[in-house]
């Protein structure tokens, strides 16, 4: 699939960001991996410190330097940066101020912590500067180095913040290095090379938030990209059994029977009283889905559907997922 097949021509930059729970890491992970087919390089960056990446890949915790840590379909790679405040602040000293020496005695003495809680601002200035330099960076021939870059980012409630980094350091300066890393960034962040995507359950409270999340970023002027949604649950009931089932009306005589005919005639009405509660559960959370789904109609943006793996995450559910995207458009 070429790039004029998806809905993000020309996006360099696709920052994921989610309500906490929703897989939001997992999902840029997917999305990187859909990216990279087809002989493509992606970077895949995590900024909140957690090593989710290095798990998802099954590999160690990722240091402060870019890895390739997957081959994609087709022969592309994904490289991940887990980004370090510390040492960023450190590498940010030294572009800037030529006082690599002087940072690491601040890491010592513990000024870099007392930095970034005075001034949280200047630290998504480093994490966001650095993500957007690894969008702007080329070969010596010229041509990116990356053809595109995934931030697994912070949460919704917190994405425009992080972001928004203009107005997070305009108390802080005004003119000079932070000012001009700060505006250079914001050109990146802004451009039609960006685009923001939310990651949702189908859910009230992740709903809610993805919708808040697109009005308040478009509110400032930062681009939106597509709504991800996470672990759907696929029906596994008709809809009229679903119907009977959330009305208390499935006959349990025809689930005995039929739990009988499974060979398990000794616990059969037991078994069968299970069933029915799971078939209550089922058909309840199927109507909070649809429910849901009409909400996000109102939302302008492409949207893509992941399915819940019944065996869990893993590396293959991990490509499984890449594919889906992939199959729906999404790179």
């Excluded at 030294?94 to 020496?101: G, T």
């Excluded at 010229?142 to 870059?149: E, G, I, M, R, T």
């Excluded at 290095?177 to 505006?183: C, E, F, K, L, S």
């Amino acid at each position: 699939m070429s790039a004029r097949d998806t809905d993000w021509d020309g996006v360099r930059l696709h920052v994921v960001t989610g309500k906490g729970g929703t897989g939001k890491t997992t999902v840029a992970a997917a999305l990187a991996l859909a990216l990279a087919s087809e002989g493509r390089r992606v970077l895949l960056v995590e900024v909140e410190g957690r090593q989710g990446i290095a798990q998802l890949f099954d590999c160690p915790p990722l240091p402060y330097e870019e890895r390739r840590v997957a081959v994609a379909p087709g022969g592309g790679d994904v490289y991940a940066l887990a980004i370090d405040t510390e040492e960023a602040l450190i590498e940010y000293l030294e572009m800037f101020y030529n006082l690599k020496r002087a940072g690491k005695a601040m890491t010592r003495l513990g000024i870099v912590d007392f930095v970034t809680t005075i001034a949280p601002g200047l630290r998504d200035v480093i994490l966001t500067g650095k993500t957007s330099e690894s969008v702007r960076r080329r070969k010596k021939d010229k041509s990116f180095l990356y053809d595109a870059v995934v931030m697994d980012a912070p949460p919704t409630g917190r994405i425009t913040k992080f972001l928004n980094v203009n107005d997070e350091v305009s108390g802080l300066a005004k003119v000079g290095p932070v000012r001009n890393h700060a505006d250079t960034v914001m050109k990146v962040v802004r451009s039609p090379e960006t685009a923001v995507h939310f990651v949702t359950l189908l859910e009230e409270m992740p709903v809610q938030e993805t919708m808040d999340g697109i009005r308040d970023l478009t509110e400032v002027g930062l681009p939106v990209g597509g709504v991800f949604v996470n672990m759907e649950h696929a029906p596994v009931l008709s809809e009229d059994d679903r119907a009977r089932a959330a009305s208390g009306e499935l006959d349990t005589d025809e689930i005995v029977r039929g739990v009988k005919a499974a060979g398990l005639e000794r616990d059969a009405e037991p078994i069968a009283a299970v069933l029915a509660a799971e078939a209550g559960e089922h058909a309840r959370r199927t109507a909070l889905q649809r429910r849901e789904k009409e909400r996000l109609e109102s939302v302008d943006r492409p949207r893509y559907t992941l399915p819940l793996l019944s065996d869990g995450m893993d590396l293959a559910g991990l490509y499984d997922l890449a594919a889906a995207l992939r199959e729906q458009g999404a790179a």
